[in-house]
């Protein structure tokens, strides 16, 4: 039994911050960003809305898409970072807004892995046959964490949220094929959010010095995700022998792109081969991945049968890459 996607979508704000308008916020340019990192622009939430109402939006398309009613959904998993609230989880929130009546579901968070973790999660309930269909979803609200005077993160991140149904398959040549996932904690303290948890929760102080913002030693995470991304890319392709001239699409977490072509030129891969729309919406965390999918699948980049290398890095730090064969025509 294997698990494959029958359906996929995506949710992102209409409203734009391009960088044009972060040269009148901060002491940047448009040529710093573009050069540094491929960014152009990307998208911001209403304030008053939550990650939750983008997973939501993004899971309705999804179940448009692959013909299925919200009660039958058995597994809500919603990668993220951004939790609406600390409790409950924004999975309680999604199964709300989708009027799902008979799912149970949970939040997960691998930083920027977020999404090929719930993905691999996921494939797991569906693999030995506990649940017929679950809801995988990426979202985050990352302008929530945000220090909109530091320019070294600001300009980094986006609002948005995609999402994939997995159902179960008697082909064995389809779906997902393999994972490979890591953690090392020795990485929390060069990306972080380090306020609104237990060991320093909100309070005067926290705010003050700036702890509800992502810190991030840039430098540091780069290279460590080129260097990963790439070691656990090419583990995947080699122990399922399969060479960069088998692979359709290499999708990536969406970063920086100066990360992305790192591993994709190490792995031999053409940037045809690399789906790319960072330029769009800069480093949506969990939301990246799908996102990017959900976009290829709507071009009709993607078709039945093509072999599909997701990999990310992120918070923990986390990293990891998950091989896959598309099943939807
Ligand atoms: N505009 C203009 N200048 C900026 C800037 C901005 N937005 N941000 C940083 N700079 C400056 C720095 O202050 C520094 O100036 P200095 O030399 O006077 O000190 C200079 O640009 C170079 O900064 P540096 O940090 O060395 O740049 P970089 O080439 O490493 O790029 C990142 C910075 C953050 C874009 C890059 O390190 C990165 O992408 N890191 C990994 C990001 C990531 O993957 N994060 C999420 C995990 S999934």
């Known amino acids: 039994m294997r698990t494959i996607i029958t359906g996929v979508g995506h949710f992102v704000p209409d409203q734009k911050l391009t960088n044009k308008d ?9 040529e710093w960003i573009t050069t540094r990192t491929g960014i ?12 939750s109402y983008m ?24 990668a993220t970072v951004t939790p ?49 269909k679950v809801m995988v979803i990426g979202a985050d609200k990352m302008s929530t964490v945000l220090n909109y005077q530091d320019r070294t993160t600001c300009v ?43 060991l320093h929760p909100a309070s005067y102080d926290t705010v003050k010095q700036n702890l509800h913002y992502v810190y991030q030693d840039g430098k540091t995470v780069f290279k460590h995700a080129v260097n990963g991304m790439t070691e656990v890319s090419e583990l995947i392709m080699e122990r399922n022998k399969l060479s960069a001239g088998d692979i359709k699409f290499l999708i990536p977490h969406q970063a920086n792109y100066r990360i992305i072509d790192a591993v994709a030129k ?9 789906v790319i729309n960072i330029n769009k919406y800069g480093n949506t965390t969990a939301a990246t991945i ?38 939807i025509d």
């Open 156 to 198: 980094l991140f986006g609002d948005g949220a995609g999402a994939v149904m997995l159902e179960p398959s008697i082909e064995d040549d389809q779906g997902v094929q393999d994972f490979v996932l890591h953690l090392d904690g020795l990485g929390a303290e060069y990306l972080n959010i380090a306020g609104g948890g237990s």
């Open 40 to 51: 152009k622009e990307r998208r911001i939430l209403d304030k008053n809305k939550g990650t």
């Open 55 to 78: 997973a939501s939006k993004a899971a309705e398309i999804v179940l448009e898409q692959a013909n299925i009613s919200a009660d039958e959904i058995d597994l809500i998993i919603v």
């Open 266 to 274: 190490k792995m031999g891969l053409n940037p045809d081969k690399v």
């Open 290 to 327: 799908p996102l990017a999918v959900s976009e290829a699948h709507q071009e009709r980049k993607i078709r039945k049968g093509d072999w599909l290398v997701m990999t990310a890095f992120g918070a923990g730090f986390t990293w990891g890459s998950l091989l896959l064969k598309w099943a």
């Open 22 to 30: 972060f040269e009148k916020m901060v002491d940047t340019s448009d």
């Open 84 to 132: 609406d609230m600390p409790v409950p989880a924004t999975a309680a929130l999604v199964q709300k807004d989708l009027k799902a009546k008979n799912c149970w579901g949970f939040d997960l968070n691998g930083g920027c892995t977020g999404f090929i973790c719930a993905l691999a999660t996921g494939s797991q309930f569906i693999e030995s046959g506990r649940h017929q």
